[in-house]
């Protein structure tokens, strides 16, 4: 049985001082990079980890009276990889700030250009790093702690070179620096594998609420959708044979009341396609460049109409196994939503495939306002639109198309930089064949 005071002893206490951060996940990976606020307050739990570990260093060594070490760049690091550049610059801040207040001028500074340093090249490998599976991430982090541990392997040597004590570094042995390395590789597996996992377990959760939602909504349709569509048609078709006999200022009054019954019998037809407790899809092989092509061709004149330039750069010979009608339904909808944000500019629309992940990508990015990030995160929730007569159902319905079909559709946007709406589906790209392209450049 191990003592506390003893080596092992006092680096699993130090690890687990780093790993506080994850018993603080509800309110850090919940409303993940939210707001600022969030996001602060993300930077100073992390900031806080590594104080503590300074704090309670772990001795070992005959050199002097003890050498000092501790697990300080396991939290900076976790929080640079997954929180983003403002918590990891306050998480450097409080560091870099405890470790002056230590005292040691010449080892403070090497710590502030440690943190410079790490925070740099985090930051720069943090957009890759998302972008691996869960296996290769772990493969990286093996790489992340050799990097880690080389920088204060090279601090340390500067720091003793400066005070001419380079015969002391030496001396402190394989087994010392083995030891350290150890612990931060040890340290850094287990921070990612609890933080991904308690990420995935927020996603699910969020997962399971929509779905909850949607379903709400779903019984909802079905038990009133029918029951109302039936009377708005019969009412619709008495107004329409009854305007022809009155005077004008009448028939203005109930052409009113025709296009709202039309605007209730479109949300009414949202409702019915949603509220189907399955979307029969049928499996054919699709060429989804002329898709898309029709479907630019058919939404030109309504860009046309609202001043919007619409471009296109779709890659030929692009197929996918899935329902044609489906996949024209969602990205139809897509652009006619791209239009309807773009007040002036373009909407671009295009296709391209991706040899490395085998799947076809399809953009829609339009000029418009674009969103939040609290908007983002509402997007496609019951009764969520940005529009001022919206109902959202339109999104909702795009989006069971697209998992319908076996893609996903996601959304990037910025506030006044415009929105990119993206799908990514199975498919692949054959060799160019005779098949008709339509030229939409020499539509007038």
């Not at 921070?191 to 990420?199: L, V």
Request: net charge neutral.
């Amino acid at each position: 049985m191990f003592e506390p005071t003893s080596i092992f002893g006092q680096v699993i206490f130090n690890l687990l001082i780093v790993l506080t951060p994850i018993f603080f996940y509800q309110l850090i990976f919940s409303k993940f990079n939210n707001n600022r606020l969030t996001q602060i307050i993300s930077g100073i739990i992390f900031g806080c980890a590594s104080i503590l570990s300074m704090a309670f260093p772990v001795v070992s060594s005959n050199f002097g009276n003890g050498f000092l070490w501790d697990l300080r760049w396991i939290p900076f690091v976790i929080c640079v990889l997954y929180m983003g550049y403002v918590p990891g610059a306050v998480s450097a801040i409080l560091l870099v700030a405890f470790r002056f207040f230590l005292g040691g001028m010449t080892a403070s500074i090497n710590t502030l250009f440690d943190a410079i340093i790490l925070f740099i090249l985090f930051s720069i490998l943090r957009k890759k790093y998302h972008q691996f599976k869960m296996i290769n991430k772990y493969l990286m982090n093996i790489v992340f702690s050799v990097i880690t541990f080389s920088v204060i392997c090279i601090s340390l040597w500067i720091y003793f070179s400066y005070l001419h004590k380079l015969a002391s570094f030496y001396s402190l042995g394989f087994d010392l620096f083995f030891q350290m390395g150890l612990s931060y590789l040890v340290g850094i597996m287990v921070f990612t594998y609890f933080t991904e996992n308690m990420i995935n377990r927020i996603k699910i959760m969020e997962q399971i609420h929509r779905a909850e939602k949607l379903n709400i909504v779903s019984e909802l349709a079905a038990s009133i959708a029918h029951e109302v569509r039936n009377p708005l048609t019969v009412v619709r078709g008495f107004i329409q044979l009854a305007k022809n006999e009155v005077d004008n200022t009448i028939q203005g009054y109930m052409n009113t009341a025709i296009r709202e019954l039309d605007r209730a019998e479109k949300i009414i037809s949202d409702y019915l396609n949603f509220a189907k407790p399955k979307l029969d899809v049928k499996k054919e092989e699709v060429n989804i460049s002329c898709s898309i092509n029709e479907m630019i061709l058919l939404m030109q004149s309504y860009a046309n109409l609202k001043g919007i330039q619409l471009n296109n750069h779709i890659d030929q010979n692009l197929f996918i196994e899935a329902d044609d009608l489906k996949f024209k339904q969602a990205l139809l909808n897509l652009i006619k939503n791209a239009i309807e944000a773009t007040e002036q500019g373009h909407v671009d629309v295009d296709a391209s495939y991706s040899e490395k992940k085998g799947h076809i990508i399809v953009n829609v990015t339009d000029t418009g306002m674009g969103m939040t990030k609290e908007q983002l995160q509402k997007l496609g929730k019951p009764y969520y639109t940005t529009k001022s007569e919206g109902t959202g159902l339109g999104l909702m319905v795009t989006f069971r198309l697209i998992e319908a079909i076996g893609g996903t559709l996601t959304f990037d946007s910025k506030l006044n930089q415009g929105t990119k709406a993206t799908i990514c589906i199975k498919g692949y790209k054959k060799e160019a064949t005779n098949i008709h392209y339509i030229d939409n450049d020499s539509i007038a």
